[in-house]
């Protein structure tokens, strides 16, 4: 059972907030005040290091949570979270989780199973950037971003971001994947053509 399942049967006793797109529901180095279920939306989490750069580490869309890693280790949030969309959600204070917590004990399974499942995502995804090229990390970011998001537009920031190389690498590979025919490109827009083949490719390709 997800947490959200799990945690469903107690959302009718808080009220949903909305978001704008683009506004942020909350910031690096903030203590954490609340967890946050979403709705309806999408939200994305961005990291600015100490020189300014911005990393679009992860991205949550309807029934996911966040907020909660720094919740219950009781540290400060490491990156902003904004809306990619108008986003509701609902906002749960930290002594309203704590309650329920105490009151439902599979909620805490649930959310460490969460937590586990987070961290393996984290730690392949740390193993990617190591080994695969610049490219290659673009072609699984739209295909990771296209097929569980398929309605929001993706811009060549984000996905450079997502995938930790440049605009310009982006621009490049979507190009050559046009050519072959395995993306069709829509204004400022694109869709997957062949998703196999977009995974089967190899540095050797671009």
Not at 4 to 26: M, P, Q, R
Not at 42 to 62: A, P, Y
Not at 170 to 194: A, C
Request: proline share 1%.
């Amino acid at each position: 059972m997800t947490f959200y399942n799990a945690l469903e049967k107690h959302l009718i006793d808080f009220h949903v907030v909305t978001h704008k797109k683009g506004e942020t529901i909350y910031r690096a180095d903030e203590a954490p005040r609340s967890l946050y279920i979403i709705k309806d939306g999408l939200v994305g989490l961005f990291h600015i290091s100490e020189n300014g750069k911005e990393t679009f580490l992860r991205v949550f869309g309807k029934t996911q949570i966040l907020g909660h890693r720094s919740l219950l280790a009781y540290e400060n949030y490491h990156a902003n979270a904004v809306c990619l969309q108008d986003t509701e959600f609902y906002q749960i204070s930290a002594s309203e989780f704590n309650q329920l917590l105490e009151k439902d004990n599979s909620l805490l399974r649930s959310i460490t199973e969460s937590l586990a499942k987070d961290l393996r995502v984290s730690e392949l995804r740390i193993s990617d950037l190591n080994d695969k090229s610049s490219y290659l990390r673009v072609v699984e970011s739209i295909v990771y971003l296209k097929n569980k998001y398929p309605d929001q537009v993706w811009t060549r920031q984000e996905i450079a971001e997502f995938a930790v190389c440049t605009n310009e690498t982006v621009t490049r590979t979507l190009t050559k994947l046009e050519k072959m025919n395995l993306i069709q490109k829509q204004g400022r827009d694109f869709s997957l053509n062949n998703t196999e083949g977009l995974l089967n490719l190899t540095n050797e390709d671009f």
